[in-house]
């Protein structure tokens, strides 16, 4: 899965380099291990700390714009990071997403989530954030006081905000597996080849149909 991640982030028109950012916890040794067999740049950082983890590896590879994608999404859509971050860039933000929590109204699918931010914008949050759910999750002291900082949702039309295309249950697991056999798992495919897929064998979409999404202020219970 993270294989897919990365492959097709690269196919941005816009990003540079796509890094791994994992932990320094022993479980994600194999990570690691297999970035370095197949040529992944990755970085280890703070487990639970996220927004550390993401800091630190923009100074690590000298980032001055960082676009943040989840390994939970291998359907990411390299069409639509490219959205984003143009976007970004053309009205010249601090923060820009293609998904905001409520109460904004998500007109992304689930799977296709791109956060873009600035360098000095990231190293703020960094410096100021405390609240153990912004540390986790990166983003939200970016976005969750209007006013802070110059933000910007890329939505999406038509609203496609009902769609789950990520991986964090059994059930969006065999969806994405089913979706990949119907290309005949070549991974060279686009969203809107998957929306095509579901328009005509709707029945796919019950799988994961039951699934809730974790909200932005759910923090890992493990920590």
């Avoid at 933000?93 to 998500?106: E, S, Y």
């Avoid at 540390?135 to 900082?149: K, S």
């Amino acid at each position: 899965m993270l294989w897919h991640v990365v492959v097709r982030a690269r196919r941005s028109q816009c990003l540079g380099q796509v890094i791994v950012a994992t932990t320094r916890e022993s479980g994600d040794d194999p990570v690691v291990e297999f970035c370095q067999t197949v040529g992944f740049p990755c970085y280890r950082g703070n487990t639970n700390d996220v927004l550390d983890r993401y800091y630190q590896a923009a100074k690590r590879f000298n980032a001055q714009t960082i676009v943040r994608l989840t390994a939970d999404c291998p359907l990411i859509d390299p069409g639509e990071i490219d959205r984003t971050i143009r976007a970004f860039f053309n009205a010249n933000v601090d923060f820009a997403a293609n998904r905001l929590p409520p109460p904004l109204k998500r007109t992304t699918p689930i799977g296709m989530d791109c956060e873009v931010v600035s360098r000095s914008a990231l190293t703020r949050a960094w410096r100021e954030a405390t609240a153990p759910y912004a540390r986790e999750h990166v983003m939200p002291y970016l976005y969750e006081q209007a006013g802070r900082f110059n933000t910007l949702l890329v939505n999406h039309d038509p609203d496609l905000g009902h769609l789950r295309l990520t991986v964090d249950t059994p059930e969006d697991l065999t969806l994405i597996r089913k979706i990949f056999s119907e290309f005949n798992r070549d991974d060279d495919f686009s969203l809107k080849e998957v929306l095509y897929l579901l328009e005509k064998e709707p029945a796919l979409l019950s799988i994961n149909a039951q699934v809730a999404h974790k909200g932005y202020l759910d923090v890992d219970q493990r920590t």
